[in-house]
């Protein structure tokens, strides 16, 4: 059954899809339930668990892959070219929101951090397509990269809109409703694929630029901060599940 449902491109894109965004919402709703003392130990090493997900899945699987189907050069500057594009949307259209300082919460921030949201997740549904479509290890390792991510991306975004007056319930189902965009994202990537097919590297080279960006501009400056050394490696320990997890998952035995 799994076997069949990865070999169908469409399929595989749209079930992974729905399982990061939707599944990423349930498992942070159920964190909330945490002790708070326990949830504010839980975040920072779920986001170090992610970087290295992150990082596997672009160095262990996008990039090799990229490298097969172009040259070196252009294949590196699409991906440098997709970091800078992503900077750009950030910055001009919806502003930068550090989710960690949230501070007062106002109706128009509440607006930006959701709709930086569901962009957020239409990316996620592009790289899907575009993993998939290029190989089944290369959309495992994709999937499993942006579920580990989407868990502490929630939590965040559950924080702010609690901090915004809203009741857990409403940010549920708003948070859910905004991860709606990865499936549309995942079906306008295949459809966009299927017709040109000459387009899948440049979207591989987008999945590993924002990939790239969401780790250099929200999880690598979360490390940044002062720890304990037992903390320190703790961190550096769940970077390294990250990267196997992820590796292992793209390049089974």
Sequence with gaps: MLSELLHSPWAA???ASLATGLGG????GLSLRLPD???KKALP????FATGALLGAVFLDLLPELTEALPHHRGFLAVLVGI???HLVERTWMGHQDSSHAGSIQPGTRAIVMLGDGLHNLVDGLALAAAFSTSPAAGLAVTVAIFVHEVPHELANFALLLESGLSRRQALCLNALFSLPSLIGAAGGMVALGHFEHLAPYALALSAASFLYITLADLIPGHRKPV???RFAAQILLILLGVLLVGGVGHPA
């Design 13 to 15: 894109a749209l079930g």
């Design 25 to 28: 919402v349930l498992v942070a």
């Design 37 to 39: 003392r326990l949830l």
């Design 45 to 48: 090493l779920s986001l170090s």
């Design 84 to 86: 800078l594009l992503l």
């Design 228 to 230: 304990s050394h037992r």
